[in-house]
């Protein structure tokens, strides 16, 4: 319904623009405020602006916005390639924080950006390429990322975001490798580390799937996800304090 994909909605989670709440299943369950922030980004990935931009304008945001104004109370939309936001009369590019020309936003044109012949782009291009086509193509989208890491294997991104699509089509090993190799050109890749814990438990390794989950949570504490996860395999385990602990942090987290 929203055009983005599971794992697209959890990034935006986990980076904190939704405040879900959790069902008696551990399902997340999603507010009103939550679905319009969520809409907006699916507008803007079938604009064909790459999820790691349309991620860096809502952070740059929350920044620019005077505190108490919600994302919800604006509007985003694509200009080609950038994205503008509206709010009243004042239009501007969040990204370079210029201001433009006042004209209404219900009037920005969503254009197809210029398509770049695979042969010609770098891996940051390719990378960018996989997050567009991920909802669309994730095939494409699978050999885009392969095509930036054979470019440059420390591209630590394209391989967390290779081994997701891997662990989606059931290949939770291989997802794992990719997510050791990030972790090899950028052991502070706190997504890699919760990614790998999820792999791991998967492939019932619990205890490293633990510590992966704690590495997570260190680097960023307000991984919900992390303390979740965490916590059901610490009460799996019998560590009852442990557990506590990390499903309170979480519901702390959560609000």
Not at 202 to 211: N, S
Request: with cysteine; hydrophobic share 40%.
């Amino acid at each position: 319904m929203l055009g983005l994909t599971p794992a697209q909605i959890r990034s935006y989670a986990n980076k904190g623009f939704l405040t879900p709440e959790r069902g008696d299943r551990g399902e997340l369950r999603f507010g009103f405020r939550d679905l319009i922030i969520l809409r907006t980004a699916g507008e803007l990935s079938a604009a064909r602006i790459p999820q790691r931009k349309v991620q860096r304008v809502l952070e740059l945001l929350r920044e620019q916005l005077p505190p108490g104004r919600s994302l919800t109370g604006i509007r985003i939309a694509a200009d080609g390639e950038r994205v503008v936001v509206s709010d009243g009369d004042a239009v501007w590019n969040p990204e370079s924080g210029q201001a433009l020309f006042d004209f209404s936003a219900s009037e920005l044109p969503v254009d197809t950006p210029v398509r770049v012949p695979v042969s010609h782009r770098d891996a940051d291009d390719l990378y960018d390429l996989g997050c567009e086509l991920e909802m669309t193509d994730p095939e494409r989208a699978r050999a885009a990322y392969e095509r930036a890491i054979e470019l440059d294997p420390e591209h630590a991104d394209a391989r967390v975001n290779l081994g997701r699509l891997l662990h989606e089509d059931r290949a939770p090993a291989a997802a794992e490798a990719q997510y050791r190799a990030a972790l090899q050109s950028d052991p502070d890749h706190d997504v890699a580390w919760f990614n790998l814990g999820v792999a791991l438990e998967d492939l019932g390794r619990l205890q490293e799937a633990a510590e992966a989950y704690r590495r997570a949570v260190a680097l960023d504490p307000s991984n919900a996800d992390a303390h979740y996860n965490l916590a059901g395999i610490l009460e799996r385990k019998g560590d009852k304090p442990g557990a506590l602990r990390h499903l309170t942090a979480y519901r702390k987290l959560r609000g």
